[in-house]
């Protein structure tokens, strides 16, 4: 059984500056700081440091991508399926205030030119029972689950970045769906005729993430009723419900440093511990012992642990 992680490769510029850029302004930033990125590449470095071969499928520019390929060779990632294009990477351009606040144009680049040949190419590797991991950073990702589908791989989907492009893949031929409480309310309030009927239901009713965490995993579960469902809650954990059970996992504390990749991490541990046969139960633990370390750590792919770290941890 195999691993295919198809997602984006991106590449994020940090511009330090003393405020936002205003309109018509001119600004200088006096420092520049380069990291790789992309939901895609940290889930995939999330995948293989959980402890399993995992196969990247993507796309990135042949003249700006070659660190990103660097980094993930290093971690042990198989990219025989990622395409050098003649374009640039996927990138972010991130403003970075005094405070630490950030303001982030993102273009797209080889990561929206994914195209249908690609996808057919990457998985005539692949066969019934092995697993394809999305989030929602690339071209084609409704073709990607139709293909996918017909092969009968076991498709897990991080609807991420939430948009509503989501609606228009084929969501019945999910096995898994992992997602953060934001993505899972924007997912109910438009695929539920009443949006304002579930406002009524979750917002007076809760008292914190976890109470309005119990009303989402209910929604979303009788919405999409075949899913195993996960969803996460930030520092308030995580709730995975399937037909058959319903597993509250809290989170391990930590002093939080930065929490970007919290969720990748978490949903590469998780995947990759349901891939070798664990429980759901021993998946959620690990993933949250793993992301917990992550947000205790500056950066994202860089803060994430691998397995013998998570095992060696004393939380
Ligand atoms: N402050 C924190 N301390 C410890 N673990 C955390 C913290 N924030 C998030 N996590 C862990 O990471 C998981 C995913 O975080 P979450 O914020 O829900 O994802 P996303 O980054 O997609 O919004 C949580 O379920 C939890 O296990
Ligand atoms: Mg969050």
């Not at 590797?125 to 989030?135: A, R």
Request: overall charge negative; some cysteine; glycine content about 10%.
């Amino acid at each position: 059984m195999k691993i295919l992680n198809f997602g984006s490769l991106n590449i994020d510029y940090v511009y330090s500056v003393e405020h936002f850029l205003r309109g018509g302004e001119t600004l200088s930033s006096d420092r520049l700081d380069i990291f790789c990125g992309g939901k895609g590449l940290n889930q995939s470095v999330a995948l293989k440091k959980s402890g399993i071969e995992v196969y990247h499928a993507g796309a990135l520019g042949e003249s700006d991508g070659a660190f990103l390929l660097d980094f993930l060779d290093e971690t042990g990632v198989n990219l025989e399926f990622v395409r050098k294009l003649p374009m640039k990477s996927g990138h972010a351009i991130i403003q970075k205030n005094p405070e630490g606040q950030n303001c982030i144009m993102l273009y797209g680049g080889a990561n929206q030119n994914i195209e249908r040949s690609q996808v057919d190419a990457v998985l005539e590797h692949f066969e019934e029972g092995d697993f394809i991991v999305l989030q929602n950073e690339i071209s084609e990702i409704g073709y990607i689950m139709e293909k996918a589908h017909e092969k009968g791989l076991r498709i897990v989907l991080n609807p991420s970045p939430m948009d509503s492009k989501i609606f228009t893949y084929p969501l019945d031929y999910v096995e898994l769906l992992i997602l953060n409480e934001i993505e899972a309310g924007d997912l109910l309030s438009s695929t539920i005729e009443n949006a304002a009927k579930i406002d009524a239901e979750i917002k007076p009713k809760s008292t914190g993430l976890q109470a309005q965490g119990d009303v989402l995993i209910k929604q979303l579960s009788s919405r999409f009723r075949h899913m195993k469902i996960l969803l996460t809650l930030g520092d308030d954990g995580s709730i995975y419900r399937d037909a058959d059970t319903i597993i509250k996992q809290g989170i391990y504390r930590v002093d939080v440093v930065d929490t970007t990749a919290a969720g990748d991490t978490f949903t590469g541990f998780f995947i990759g511990a349901i891939a070798e046969g664990k429980s759901e139960k021993e998946a959620l633990e690990l993933a949250a012992k793993a992301a917990s370390i992550s947000v205790s750590r500056q950066g994202a792919a860089p803060s994430i642990p691998d397995k013998k770290e998570v095992l060696s941890w004393d939380f």
